[in-house]
């Protein structure tokens, strides 16, 4: 069952929602992916070429990410899925959105206020890592850095506002 | 018995999930359709006969409440319990779905254990 933890979506302390953000990623992935996600100290991003966005509009503005290499994105929809990681095609970025769209969804549900305050977009998911993603943030963002199967991860909200 | 079901949502691979995910909660699916908006449901239910809808809400061209709304107009459809399977988690939303005429409510992310609580009971008899 969904954790349920709440913070108020009032708080100007965004850096108390990282464990919730940090639960919300764990939830997903343990009831959809059945893989639990484990600790890591530092991470290297260059070779996650693989990003899934969902933004948010309403009482929380900002953009929610998540970032991996091709390796992991394909395991997750092959373990979404429950084929072959060989077997893998076109759906892996239909899967990554997916995984993005319902770690956002999660983890508005357990601020109080912005499950009903916050839309989602749809998500976009970018394969290639040579782009500059320029954000209208005004503060520093949230990150999560987690192993996928012994393979890097990183989720990241950039908060608006 | 066999269940005929409909899955609504715009993204194919989640289609897949909820078909699967209801396979491992022990339905036995003899015919799985599907669709990607509620427009394209309504146009599936017009000449397809199910005993089962499971509807996303948040779907480009209609979402899943318009659906609801629209779905007793449809003389094929119009006793078909409908499920929703979404990411909107709040109880407005819950509120909203029910009172367009869903029969369940489930929250993205969810496990098999979990879609056959919701949706076993309304399917009565047929199982």
Redesign the interface.
Known sequence: M?STHVVHAASENHAGWLPLLEISIR??FE??LSSQLGKVEAIDHSNMNVTAMVGLAGQLCGVLSVRCNGKAAALM?SK???VDVDKVGA?MS??L??VC??V???F??KISGL??GCL?S?PTVIVGDDYCLYSQADEPGLQVDLLFEEMPMTVSLQIQG | MSIRALIVD?????R??VE?SLRQAGLDLSKVSEAGNGAEALAVLADTQVDLILCDI?M?VMDGLEFNKQLPGVPNAKDVPVVMI????????VVQALSCGARGYI?????PDQVKEHVVPVLGGKI
Not at chain 2, 107 to 111: D, E, G, L, S, V
């Open positions: 969904n939830e997903v009831l959809m929809t979404m899925l429950g759906e239909d899967a959105g997916e769209n319902m956002a969804g999660n508005k549900n499950a009903e989602l749809p | 715009d993204s194919s691979v989640m897949k999930i699967r948040n480009p979404t990411t909107e988690g709040s109880e407005s939303h929250r993205k992310p969810f496990t």
